[in-house]
């Protein structure tokens, strides 16, 4: 690939379907505006979901749910490379040679191991234990300079650049490239409960490819000041969600009016949450439109991997030949 942009940046999401605002706001901005200064390689992980899913029998269509949303939110297939992880083998193999380097104990002293134990008790499988080598592989695999990673998750990148030391050193060569972890801000968007994380798996989340009528059901379901029972009670929008996505959606004279409002009871939630819900149809109405444009032939989206598939590869066909000659492998 040539190119004047800053680097190689690569991130991975698991296919998880319909993309919903968290996503949107957390990842997939962030994706949009990469572009403009880096070739982004952005891979849909199918592999790694199978650490942790107990059935597959929504993975093709939760690929490319995600890769239609991904389009529609502005991720330009022509510059960027969008593919699946499991289209370009390479990563397997080179996730293999890679575990060799990497002591068994270090993986299982991780955190997040220790985590996902801890959650699915009854399927601690060998993937799950060789999770943080499959990631170093996607990284290393297409020699990514950058990684854009909320601080929560810089372990995970020094465990990539300790595994390119330790190959590096091990096969006395430089074939690997330490990623960098491009640091940033990946706002933590509550659901509808006003508690937890947007998730689907915790149906507190609003879907961008919702219509109007589902989206504005959704905002009027949300949790808002607990300690604002009657119409008549002020409110305190600081530990409200509804006044949190305003801030996103509404304009900054809306936002205000609500600051205001909210504390001295001047405005009631029904109509405060009307607003919100009328600002974000607006705000989610062209990626609407993209969608349904997109969407209505489904061989984009296959031809947008396919392609994507294409130019991954030529990338990793690379770096595993050069990976295999620094080993010594035949
Ligand atoms: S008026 Fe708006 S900001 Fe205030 S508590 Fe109700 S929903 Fe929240």
Redesign the pocket.
């Known amino acids: 690939m040539t190119s004047a942009k800053r680097g190689r940046v690569f991130s991975g999401a698991r296919p998880t379907g319909r993309q919903h605002l968290g996503n949107y706001l957390g990842a997939i901005k962030n994706y949009v505006t990469l572009q403009d200064e880096y070739d982004c390689v952005y891979c849909i992980v199918d592999l790694h979901a199978l650490t942790t899913v107990d059935t597959t029998e929504n993975l093709r269509q939760n690929t490319y749910e995600m890769a239609l949303d991904w389009l529609a939110a502005g991720i330009r297939p022509v510059e960027s490379i969008i593919f699946v992880q499991s289209h370009v083998p390479e990563v397997a193999e080179l996730h293999l040679i890679l575990s060799m380097v990497t002591p068994l104990g270090k993986l299982t002293d991780l955190p997040t191991f220790k985590e996902k134990v801890r959650q699915q008790p009854h399927n601690v499988n060998y993937g799950l234990v060789g999770y943080p080598v499959l990631m170093s592989a996607d990284i290393l695999l297409y020699k990514a300079n950058l990684v854009p990673v909320g601080v929560d998750q810089e372990p995970h990148i020094e465990f990539a650049r300790e595994v390119v030391r330790s190959f590096n050193y091990r096969y006395n060569t430089s074939v690997l490239i330490e990623p960098q972890m491009k640091a940033t801000e990946f706002p933590k968007v509550l659901g509808i409960d006003g508690q937890q994380k947007m998730s689907k798996s915790l149906n507190n989340h609003i879907e961008l490819a919702s219509t109007p009528q589902e989206t504005t059901e959704r905002v009027m379901q949300?949790v808002?000041?607990p300690q604002?029972i009657r119409r008549s009670d002020p409110?305190?929008?600081d530990v409200?969600?509804?006044?949190s996505l305003?801030k996103i959606f509404s304009s900054p004279e809306e936002v205000e009016m609500?600051?205001v409002?909210?504390?001295r009871a001047g405005?009631?939630?029904v109509?405060?949450?009307k607003l919100?819900a009328r600002n974000m149809n607006a705000h989610l109405e062209p990626f609407r439109a993209r969608r349904a444009e997109i969407g209505q032939d489904p061989g984009t989206v296959q031809d947008v991997l396919q392609d994507g598939k294409r130019r991954a590869q030529a990338i990793a066909s690379q770096t595993i030949a050069e990976v295999k000659d620094a080993v010594g492998l035949a």
């Open positions: 949300m808002t000041d604002r409110g305190n929008p409200c969600n509804v006044f305003h609500v600051n409002e909210c504390r405005i009631g939630c109509d405060c949450k919100l």
